[in-house]
């Protein structure tokens, strides 16, 4: 007999003020998300470690350690280093989202955040999932079922 699982896909939402992290929260709750928050870098980088979150929304500037660097952090850390992330930001400007990507990130959210935008972005980033690990590759859908057929006999 086939054994079901629901995988929710875990959404680490990082900025220093907590009304953009309820406002994310609220955004992404109707999709079905499971959200973390933390409001520093250090705090993103213990909640990264410890739940391996399925994505990493993570707000620029931020006192202290700024998103730059935790992405950076992030990625060259083995166990957290194929978690996607996506910078939110009010700087729009080539050289900011330069230096985000080159830190790691895969996308760019602009601050204010819209609905939308923020659904689109976070399915699509979860769809591209984590390419080197294939038990999470697609995770876009929150909720979906996932055949679990017991141990392997290869």
């Known amino acids: 007999m086939t054994e079901r699982k629901v995988v929710t896909p875990t959404v ?4 220093d003020d ?22 520093s870098g250090d705090e993103a980088l213990a909640m990264t470690a410890a739940h391996l979150p399925d994505l990493v929304l993570l707000d620029v500037m931020m ?17 957290t280093r194929h978690i996607p992330i996506v910078m939110l930001t009010a700087l ?14 895969v996308g760019y ?3 204010p955040v819209n609905r939308a935008e923020l659904t689109a972005r976070v399915r699509d980033t979860l769809r591209i999932g984590k390419p080197d690990n294939p038990e ?19």
């Open 12 to 15: 680490l939402v990082v900025d």
């Open 18 to 39: 907590a009304s953009n992290r309820l406002l994310i929260e609220v955004m992404l709750a109707p999709e079905g998300y499971r959200t973390l928050s933390a409001s």
């Open 63 to 79: 006192p202290g350690m700024d998103g730059y660097q935790v992405a950076g952090r992030i990625k060259a850390d083995p166990a």
């Open 92 to 105: 729009s400007d080539r050289n900011s989202i330069m230096h985000g990507l080159s830190a790691g990130a």
């Open 109 to 111: 959210i602009t601050k």
């Open 136 to 154: 999470t590759a697609d995770r876009s859908s929150p909720g979906r079922r996932v055949e679990d057929h017991g141990p392997s006999t290869e």
